[in-house]
């Protein structure tokens, strides 16, 4: 996921690599091959649905429909073909203002122009809300929010030490999704385990050194 145009994804130097995209928007014919590349042009479900299972990750990079049941179901199933020691990163999951966490992209970049004067074309759906889902259905994973240089990224690991449950959300029943508003992400953003990069990255080191 999150690969579209193909730029990153060429970028990144690994043994083996796959993309996955309803619809690429980059010409595979002319984009690199390999045995150690893989291309699916196909939904994230379909993907999950035949992937390998004794085929682990190390790393994988989640950015799809910039919703939360989408975002949550591709996460659950990626946690199928991750092992102990892989990351999990999440894009998408801090808003940059109340607009922005609107599911439409259209309306969230209208409403703001409109409403606000503002031409910006930040979007993120409301994907912020996995970090509470996280929190109360995974309590052996940890996590962190990078929010700097750039569009926010959490990652996510197994860990020895998992983060402790949010006493906001400690009952499962207390998790009203639609109540999950922009006014409960501002009031609960300490949640979000927020770092810069160069602090996030020597905590996930430092995690997976002690497992």
Avoid at 156 to 176: D, T, Y
């Amino acid at each position: 996921m999150g690969v579209e145009t193909g730029q990153t994804f060429f970028e990144i130097s690994a043994d083996f690599k796959t993309a996955v995209d309803p619809k690429f928007l980059f010409d595979r014919e002319s984009a690199p091959k390999g045995d150690s590349i893989e291309y699916f042009e196909t939904t994230s479900d379909r993907f999950f649905c035949n992937v390998k299972r004794d085929f682990k990750y190390d790393l994988v990079f989640l950015d799809g429909l910039h919703t939360w049941e989408q975002t949550y179901r591709d996460f659950c199933n990626t946690l199928l073909i991750t092992h102990e020691r892989s990351i999990i990163l999440l894009d998408d999951i801090f808003p940059s203002d109340v607009f922005s966490c609107n599911r439409d992209q259209v309306e969230a970049v209208m409403m703001r122009q409109f409403m606000a004067g503002d031409p910006s074309n930040a979007w993120h759906g409301d994907t912020y809300k996995i970090i509470p889902l996280i929190r109360t259905f995974h309590p052996l994973l940890s996590y962190c929010t990078i929010i700097t240089d750039g569009n926010p990224q959490a990652l996510v690991w197994r860990s020895p030490q998992p983060a402790i449950a949010s006493p906001i959300l400690r009952e499962v029943g207390e998790l009203n999704m639609p109540a999950l508003d922009y006014l409960w992400f501002l009031r609960h953003q300490e949640s979000y385990n927020l770092m810069n990069e160069q602090e996030a990255l020597a905590l996930v080191i430092r995690s997976l050194q002690l497992g």
